[in-house]
């Protein structure tokens, strides 16, 4: 049917229709395009990111696990460069340096006040992994908002077509085939264009906030094992 509608009126291909939607249709389709393009470079950029705190942080696990003294495991973050769970490590380690140092200043026993040590070691564990999560949550709030939002400005875009459609039919007293589509075919468009938008930006926030999960909880899981072996060693 379109392939007819096509042979007849040959503005009817997506180019034509684009340049001879009406302005509000038009701003419409740019936002889009603009929503989309801001949503592809962040899915790349979010993806690429990602992939290398896995696999650092994977890499940095086995690292830890080897390795028997905490200060060669600081040395070595060094080296492989940051990643959520080191970066909960450097945090957590940090703050036991200076618990130590502060203790051997004043001369105390590792057995004195060793419960506020141990919790001030735990806050730093989880400011460090809070920091963490915030850094990769960044942006990704916009892929749910271009999820959730194109459609419905695309269907503004439509609707505000199919209003200039029926305008152009009492305009001209006719409703026949050559008058009616081409502003349907217009808003149809801006529709095709908001789902084009949202539907890459709806799967990629999923995906991202799987991954994003499962990291937090292996943060969780290292964390909790790093305190323990700070209670034995140490308190």
Known sequence: MFHLLLEANPNMDVISLLKGASLVVQGV???LAIMSLLSWLIIGSKAMFLSTATARSARFHETFWNTPRLDDVWKLTEEQGPSPLSEVFRAGYSELAKLRKRRNEQGTQDSEN?????????????????????EMESK????????????????????????????????????????????????????????????????????????????????????????????????
């Not at 070691?121 to 989880?126: D, S, V």
């Open 140 to 235: 990704i709030p916009f892929l749910a908002t271009t999820a959730s939002a194109a459609p419905f400005i695309g269907l503004f875009g439509t609707v505000w077509g199919i209003m200039n459609s029926f305008r152009s039919i009492g305009a001209k007293g006719a409703a026949n085939l050559a008058t009616v589509a081409p502003g349907i075919a217009e808003a149809l468009v801006a529709t095709a264009i908001g789902l084009v938008a949202a539907i890459p930006a709806v799967m990629a926030y999923n995906y991202f906030s799987r991954r994003i999960k499962v990291l937090a909880s292996d943060m969780d899981t290292f964390g909790s094992d790093f305190l323990n072996i700070i209670r034995r060693r140490f308190f």
């Open 114 to 134: 060793s419960l506020g040590d141990i919790e001030s070691i735990e806050r730093a564990l989880h400011r460090a992994r809070l920091t963490a999560i915030t």
């Open 29 to 31: 389709m740019l936002m």
